[in-house]
């Protein structure tokens, strides 16, 4: 193996597939190694339902992959990826109603009403993808400031801070669901940056790969494949001595593997970041297949038209099932994030059936089945939406773990989304990718800019290590 590849990655989710692809393009002989049989990582597609139903095991909308600059640059929607983007982005049903940020500014201004203004102010943008690609840049140093003063402002503040800027429950309460995507206490420092850079791209879509999130992966593995790359699955790393010497390793996992792997031979400040590293809360999915769409009963035609909602009757709940969670506590009433992927892309299920998910954020390592909790809250909303439901499969946070190496302890970020990690993530650099070990790269979610399927961190190691090699 030494003299047959230039480079190894660990890893086949969506960074290291990205790392794979650019250096693949770029003449470098790839080999990508997989513990898994299936490759993907937290973009994988599973008939696990049968019968034709395809069911996203994890991630399943992908705002920041529709702006990447990595998906752009590699062309995936010439090797086979399709988008489908909804016109609403994301509808939120709470206390005060229904309501649905749009694609269309004006729609959502409409919307907000007389907090319109002070959305824009926050998380607008003249162009949100190229804004959103120099923002996925972070915190490599740019001449072009990335936000907005008030944007820029508003990404490090609590969410609660945030909130109170609005004059309505319903605007604060929209902020505050898009923001707790990062899975934070919204009384903690830079908590409302998710909101800022996930509401400015309510405004490109918040879409869905047709035919499921591993539509991505696999364009990926088709421009690997296309220039000369391999992919090998089902081998899991444990051992130096498993990988080849004289080639560059890229390491698509969590931190801790390069830390058992590399030891004293990491340098002092990189081998401290690593081990001050932090990682996140769980996550409790449950997957469903159903009879009929969910039955919303305020403005079903306004849900019909998006792929992801929030249930939370206030930023009270948001803000109760953060805290607790934090506290190693189960929500008593949870917050919910969910889907119904089959609004938009009918290819994922037969005609008459109809596939949703849900979510809702649980403490580290939690082994409960949280379910009920979920169902009691759409049901809530939607009377009548337990009766439609066929089947369903439940993914605890401890699930999640095991199905995917870098989920430690169910945290689909691979690493808190704390403000120090926001940029020292999981150290502070131009190309936090770069281990301080000749040659080697950590490019998975755990470096900057974060969680999403988005391929940033591995572009950023690729093309770091394609200039190391023409310096």
């Known amino acids: 193996m030494r003299d047959e590849f230039d ?37 994988r597609t599973d008939e696990a339902f049968g019968g034709g139903i395809r069911r996203d095991v994890c991630s399943a909308v992908h705002p920041t992959g529709y702006a990447s600059p990595a998906f752009a640059d590699l062309d995936l929607t010439a090797h086979g990826l399709t988008w489908a983007v909804p016109g609403v982005s994301v509808a939120h049903v709470g206390g005060f109603g229904t309501v649905g940020i749009h694609r269309d500014r004006q729609a959502t201004a409409t919307e907000l009403g007389v907090d319109a203004a002070r959305w824009r102010r926050i998380v607008d943008a003249r162009d949100p993808t190229a804004l959103a690609g120099r923002i996925l840049e972070l915190p490599a140093l740019s001449a ?9 402002a508003a990404a490090v503040l609590p969410v609660d801070v945030v909130a109170r800027m609005f004059a309505t429950e319903r605007a604060a309460t929209v902020f505050a669901g898009i923001a707790a995507h990062a899975a934070r206490p919204t009384t903690s420092a830079g908590s409302s940056a998710a909101g800022v850079l996930l509401g400015m791209l ?9 035919g499921g999130s591993e539509s991505i992966a ?86 019909a038209q998006t792929a992801t909602f929030h249930l939370a009757d206030d930023t009270m709940q948001i803000r109760r099932t953060e805290r607790q969670v934090a506290a190693g506590l189960l929500p008593e009433r949870p917050w919910v994030l969910g889907g119904e992927p089959t609004r938009v892309d009918p290819s994922r299920a037969p005609a008459g059936t109809h596939l949703a998910w849900a979510y809702c954020h649980v403490p580290a390592g939690c082994d409960v089945d949280v379910s009920d909790r979920i169902i009691a809250e759409i049901d809530a909303a939607a009377p009548g939406f337990r009766d439609l439901i066929v089947d369903r499969i439940v993914t605890t946070a401890t699930d999640l773990a095991a199905h ?3 989920y430690v302890g169910g945290d689909i970020n691979c690493g808190a989304a704390s403000l120090r990690q926001l940029l020292a993530r999981p150290v502070l650099a131009r190309t936090p990718q770069i281990t301080g070990i000749d040659g080697v790269y950590l490019c998975s979610s755990a470096t900057a800019p974060g969680g999403g399927v988005h391929g940033m961190s591995g572009y950023r190691a690729a093309r770091a290590a394609l200039r190391r090699v023409t310096a």
Not at 202 to 210: H, I, L, R, S
Not at 237 to 253: A, H, N, R
């Open 404 to 406: 995917d190496a870098n």
């Open 202 to 210: 309510t405004a490109t879509g918040w879409p869905v790969a047709v």
């Open 7 to 43: 480079a190894v990655v660990i890893g086949s989710g969506p960074n290291g597939l990205t790392a794979a692809a650019v250096l693949a393009r770029a003449g470098r002989r790839v080999l990508v190694i997989e513990a898994a049989d299936t490759i993907g990582g937290g973009a």
């Open 144 to 152: 072009r400031r990335p936000f907005s003063v008030a944007g820029a």
């Open 218 to 303: 696999d364009a990926l593995a088709a421009v690997i494949r296309g220039h000369g790359g391999r992919i090998e699955t089902g081998c899991a790393i444990t051992e130096l001595g498993q990988l080849p010497t004289g080639c560059d390793l890229f390491f698509d996992t969590s931190p801790d593997l390069i830390a058992r792997l590399f030891g004293e031979r990491l340098p002092r400040r990189y081998a401290r970041a690593l081990r001050r590293f932090d990682y996140g809360v769980g996550t409790c999915k449950v997957d469903f297949v159903l009879r009929e769409p969910i039955p919303w009963t305020r403005r079903p035609e306004l849900m």
